[in-house]
C-alpha cells in the first residue's frame, strides 16, 4: 500500500513539472520592441527561449538590416566582396519568388528609389520634382533578376549587373524574423503562442482564455501613430501571420502634395491610388509581410482581381481600407473572423 501512494505521488510529481503554462517573454530588436506570449513547458526556463530568440534577431540584423552599417546587406550594398549567410540567401530566395509572382509589385531592388524618396537607409535632398526625373533613369538597375549567386569554395557571393544595384529588405523582413521565432517556439515544444515585432503578428494555437487570437486592425488615419490607439476593426486568427501595411504614418507632405512610403518599382514614385491599408493574412509571416506591400503597390481593385485569381489556391484573406481620410471605405474577404460582422 505504501509502495502504491509513492508511486501514485511520484506520478503526480512529475505531471506537475511538465504542466504548461502561459507566460510573457518580451525583448528589444531591429530598433524597436519584440513580445511573445506562448504556452511552455514548466520545466523550459524562460530565460533561455529569450536568449534563444535575441541571439536569432541578432543574427538576423547582422546580416540583412541596412541600418546597421556593419550587416552583410550594408557591406553588399557599398559594393564589398563578402560571404553569405543562410539568413541572407534565405530571405533573397523568398522575395525573388514573390517578385515574380506580384509582376515587380514587391521589389528589395527597388532600393535606390526608397532611398531617392527618402523611405530607405539614405536621405535625399532633391525636391519632388527632380526625384521623379531621377528616378526615371534607376530603372536599368532595379530588378531581382540583376542579382545571382556565386557559389565558390569560399562561400555564397550576391553577383550583380551593375554596381548601382542596391536591396532594401524592410518589407519583408520583420515578418521573415516573426517566422524565426516561431521556429524557435516550435522547437521548444509550444504548441499556443501569438508573436509580435514591429507591428508584424505570427500566431499559433489559441489564446490562454480559448479560442483564437484576437488581433485588431489599426484605423489608417494620418498621424494614428499609436498602434490600437484608433480601432478599425478587430479579427479572430489561428496558424498563420498576419500584417498591415498603410500610407498613414510614413509619408510627408511637399508643395501640398502628399508622398507614401509606398513606392512603386514599375512607376519610379509613390503611390497615389486611394488605397490606405492593407491587412494580409497568410500561411507565414513573410508572406503575409510581402505581400501587404504588394497589395499597397497595387491599389484595391488590382488587389481584388489578384487574391480571386492568381491567390485563390494559396486561400490568402485580406482587409483593405480604401477611400479618402474623410470617407473610408472597407473591403475584405468572406473568410476573415471580424467583430464589425459578427455585431450585425
Not at 482581381?305 to 473591403?331: C, F, K, N, P, T
Request: proline share 2%; charged share 20%.
Amino acid at each position: 500500500m505504501k509502495t502504491r501512494f509513492l508511486t501514485l505521488l511520484l506520478l503526480l510529481s512529475l505531471c506537475a513539472c511538465t504542466t504548461d503554462r502561459y507566460v510573457t517573454i518580451e525583448g528589444f530588436a531591429q530598433g524597436g520592441t519584440w513580445s511573445v506570449k506562448c504556452s511552455l513547458s514548466s520545466r523550459i526556463n524562460r530565460q533561455e527561449v529569450k536568449d534563444s530568440i535575441d541571439s536569432a534577431l541578432l543574427r538576423i540584423d547582422n546580416s540583412i538590416s541596412g541600418y546597421n552599417k556593419g550587416s552583410i546587406l550594408s557591406r553588399v550594398n557599398a559594393g564589398e566582396r563578402v560571404a553569405l549567410d543562410s539568413v541572407f540567401i534565405d530571405i533573397f530566395s523568398i522575395s525573388r519568388d514573390i517578385w515574380e509572382k506580384s509582376g515587380g509589385a514587391f521589389d528589395p531592388s527597388a532600393g535606390p528609389l526608397f532611398d531617392l524618396w527618402g523611405f530607405g537607409f539614405a536621405d535625399s535632398t532633391a525636391t519632388a520634382e527632380q526625384k521623379a526625373e531621377l528616378a526615371a533613369g534607376m530603372k536599368e538597375y532595379i530588378g531581382m533578376d540583376l542579382f545571382g549567386f556565386e557559389e565558390t569554395p569560399q562561400g555564397t557571393f550576391l553577383t550583380r549587373a551593375d554596381s548601382r544595384c542596391r536591396l532594401n529588405f524592410n518589407a519583408i523582413a520583420q515578418g521573415y524574423s516573426c517566422d524565426v521565432v516561431a521556429h524557435i517556439l516550435d522547437g521548444y515544444g509550444s504548441g499556443n503562442y501569438i508573436i509580435e515585432l514591429g507591428g508584424e503578428i505570427v500566431c499559433k494555437g489559441q489564446r490562454e482564455q480559448g479560442g483564437p487570437w484576437r488581433i485588431w486592425i489599426d484605423k489608417p488615419e494620418d498621424g494614428n501613430n499609436v498602434s490600437g490607439a484608433l480601432k478599425q476593426d478587430v479579427v479572430s486568427i489561428s496558424d498563420c501571420g498576419l500584417v498591415t501595411s498603410g500610407n498613414y504614418r510614413k509619408f510627408y507632405v511637399e508643395d501640398g502634395q502628399k508622398y507614401s512610403h509606398t513606392v512603386d518599382p514599375v512607376t519610379g514614385a509613390p503611390v497615389k491610388h486611394s488605397l490606405l491599408s492593407a491587412t494580409v493574412v497568410a500561411g507565414d509571416g513573410a508572406t503575409a509581410d510581402a505581400y501587404a506591400t504588394w497589395f499597397m503597390v497595387i491599389g484595391t481593385e488590382a488587389t481584388k482581381q489578384v487574391i480571386a485569381s492568381q491567390l485563390a489556391a494559396e486561400h490568402v484573406e485580406a482587409y483593405l481600407v480604401y477611400g479618402d481620410q474623410d470617407d473610408m471605405r472597407v473591403w475584405h474577404t468572406p473568410g476573415l473572423s471580424l467583430d464589425s460582422e459578427r455585431r450585425r
